[in-house]
């Protein structure tokens, strides 16, 4: 993630002078803003703006004119209920603005979340870097047998070079041909076509912004084992931010999101089974061969 | 809108103490934080938290590192022309969050805007206040002849003071048996039952957050002239509020969006017929009648 | 639910003429087609079109050409699958028209699923019918007083009688007044403006579009015990619409969100240490009292 | 856009077996209906399912009970109202469902609209085909020299062939090694990762689902003449089967939108002026050297 000397100087001007606000003031994340976070070789996450605390959430909910803390009622125990319950609302309350920079295979997995406000580098009108995700070799690994979305062994150290000779071939003519063919004293093709010369695994960046709802969302299903690598790594990136951002609901996310377990109703009769202490199996528990192998990952009566 | 001497000690509280932060600051926004501006008989609108500025749109356009000033481009040329030519995700990157208290039938058009965050007031939970809006007589009118859902002429002062007489006299005996209804040491019904005893010019409240775009779209319905005067005038303070809070934005939005005015093709060549001297009439001008009603208001050859 | 015998007639002749098509066929929704449902005094929910069925979900989860089923993983697999993983874009691929007549304070909890299209009828273009609600006595309940929302036990007869009266005056009187202020040849009030002095519970009328994702993810909040009785009829009536279009779905919706329960990574922690015979109680599990009152009901060990 | 026979028995095999429904069928779609219109070398759009016609329109507009045709204000006068006064809900009432097979480039502009339902072809899962966009040569322009993100002059002979050559030959040895990173019995790399490897220009596809008030925002940027040729070339196909679909709708759109033009406060200022004999001209005109220019092309006084 080499930021330039113009790029790094834009940053520390903007550090360098904080300005009064009458807003709600989250210090956890004052100390994040704008300084990127590396992600992949040449990526980065970078928070640029937020709205928001955990006090906000509970003031929302409340419809309060102040700050909303009621000595009775605390605000972490309110959050929690509001998380526990579904109530969502209150959640989008919170806004977060970031500036990140992705390969564009990643981008195109995280441009399925909808709810979302999105400015991408646009390669119509400006030229894009010579920069290529080229993944290390631990993270190279054959297609599962299991799971056919997802990825099984690591390959061999003579399969893992192959593949990364190639990416990294690939790649440099890729973008040595893009360049002659945008060259305004050569060729000098619109850069709406010469773009479509580069592969997915080009960095593009964004801004995108989101709400803490909607946010959550995001994180749950993209920081989960099941995430391909390369997306679940900006998702971890993200927990810590919001976790220093609004403390509270981060951890109530932890505990009824991230950690949290979803049983089917035949999921539910065979744990009441269980506990009753009936003999339940992959026969007698009315589930599919799959849904009992997850079912026994959730116990897990090891 | 009169504000209980704890509510007024709550917003003292918060306007007292401003709090560094690295973040844009808007300065003409700061004014109005947590101010509550009057709106109708008992409402109001004021800004809870807003984020970014005039700059962050640029920013954001341009996907830059810092505040993305360049000196050829000025910031407001910039703005101007994404609004003029419909780049709306820029503007997406600007939020605002206000607590605004309201009639619960403006309430009803309001929500029809979908693109926001809403936390109501719940009637489920909560106490309705006994305040109910009661219209000035000077807004007191007849049904259009003309527009099939808006207001002619106002009422004869008889008529107006029998609808002032009804108002006043439905609301109060409205609220009398509400709270006879969920009086905790008399009957003591469920509230979510017992507001529906209450008329639709109660007033609720909620705190609404949305993206610029969005809100200039609702400004641009609502802030218009067949927009209906109850939702009109909040439309108005927002206005107020935008103008200070995103000069350069709002300044655009006024001169392509509320002052602008969209000819239909046939509009567009009946306008070229007239430029070049020729003679066009409701008959050899293509519109129906109501269209070209509509062209003589916009061409105004008065 | 009260049909007009135009209406009814318009109903007739909908359903009288089948035409050939060549999209998706559910046969079980055509028979429902226009047919109004009933439900609380004067409401109803009848379906106006629908797009898609089970296959639709397959075809749109593989992007298929044809139809998409094949023979190794039979469809209701899939959806089972797809409902089980969160992977809600297939089920986006349906959709469902409803005409439904509700009573204000139901539409306005409603109206906060956003994620839907809504052409209501209009209350300043056009004159409402004197429809009220009026609950049965067995749903008149008092205020709850474990759950801050909701309802406790049934009124006393006599508590009954005093709420219904007031309800049916309060209704009256305000229907009343409301055709005197907007009566043509009376007072001639704009609509806009009468329609303020009528309570939350006289009826309106809306054309509801939704994908089946959306919709499941109302159901699962409304036709839950928690949902308020008025809203949660209109939940369940659609549910049996709902299972009758796309069955496949439907039970996947029943045995993975409806009858499912979503355990916190405490409650996950606990129930393993319970299966491992270990004694977990209200002290030593790490929960609040009222997360342990949650767990307790869903493990019911009696 | 070469279909495989097992594709092209499917598609026949739909077209081969009407069914009876109680709809609202429109005619005109379904001639249509998963017939695959080629854009683009490989790219097709087909439609997959409706929902609505005309009729419909009108009928949501009305909330009625029947088909919602009224003698005195024909179907056709009320969509053009609708159109012409924004009213867009009715518009929503429509869904169309739509199969795209297109190029990654195009289908990254693509999804910049929000608000539709998406299942694309997933290359995790499965393997993408040997099939890239390569331009005919009357398509190879330069980088315009006045419009920043827009083409130019068509490249000269010479420079074309160039293009040409890279284009496919990147392309060619992209899929070649993507190939043998996949390959099941070689080196078998997971396809998450293998897919990063191919360019921008691979065909992709996805089940696309949009409203038609959606569907109209969108035709109306991308099939506009400053939308880049690849995309435009998919929303022309499109606007030909909506007009076919909801000829009303289509026509209104025409007239109000697609060939309408939108004046600033100073356009019309100046445009009033003109009329009344004024000499304007770029200097008093109060408008930017840009706006001016744009004016200009409006008003065409040629």
Request: aromatic letters at 10%; one cysteine or more.
């Amino acid at each position: 993630m080499p930021l330039s000397p113009e790029q790094q100087a834009e940053i520390d001007a903007l550090r360098a002078t904080p300005a009064p606000t009458l807003r709600a003031v989250a210090p956890g994340m004052e100390r994040h803003l704008y300084v990127p976070q590396p992600v992949l070789d040449h990526g980065f996450v970078r928070v640029v703006d937020y709205m928001g605390d955990d006090a906000a959430i509970c003031q929302a909910a409340r419809v309060s004119y102040g700050k909303g803390t009621k000595s009775v009622q605390n605000d972490e125990g309110l959050i929690r209920y509001l998380m526990r319950h579904w109530h969502s609302t209150p959640f989008e309350m919170c806004e977060v603005k970031l500036h990140v920079k992705l390969p564009v295979f990643v981008a195109r997995q995280w441009i399925r979340h909808r709810t979302a406000n999105v400015n991408e580098y646009s390669a119509r009108y400006s030229i894009l870097d010579r920069e290529f995700y080229i993944p290390a070799p631990e993270h190279i690994n054959s297609q599962s047998k299991v799971n056919n979305q997802g990825r099984g062994e690591l390959l061999s150290p003579e399969d893992s070079a192959r593949v990364l000779e190639m990416l990294k071939a690939d790649s440099t003519r890729a973008y040595d041909n893009y360049e002659a063919m945008i060259a305004e004293d050569g060729i000098g093709l619109a850069r709406e076509l010469a773009r479509m010369n580069l592969p997915a695994n080009v960095y593009t960046q964004w801004y995108w912004k989101v709400d803490l709802h909607n946010l959550f969302h995001f994180l749950r299903l993209r920081a989960d084992a099941h995430a391909q690598y390369e997306i679940r790594v900006y998702a971890e990136e993200i927990c810590k931010l919001v976790a220093d951002w609004v403390p509270f609901a981060y951890r109530a996310f932890e505990d009824y999101r991230l950690g949290a377990v979803t049983l089917s109703a035949q999921m539910v009769e065979a744990m009441r089974r269980m506990l009753k202490g009936e003999e339940v199996t992959a026969e007698n528990c009315g589930m599919s061969a799959r849904e009992w192998r997850e079912f026994m990952g959730v116990v897990d009566k090891s």
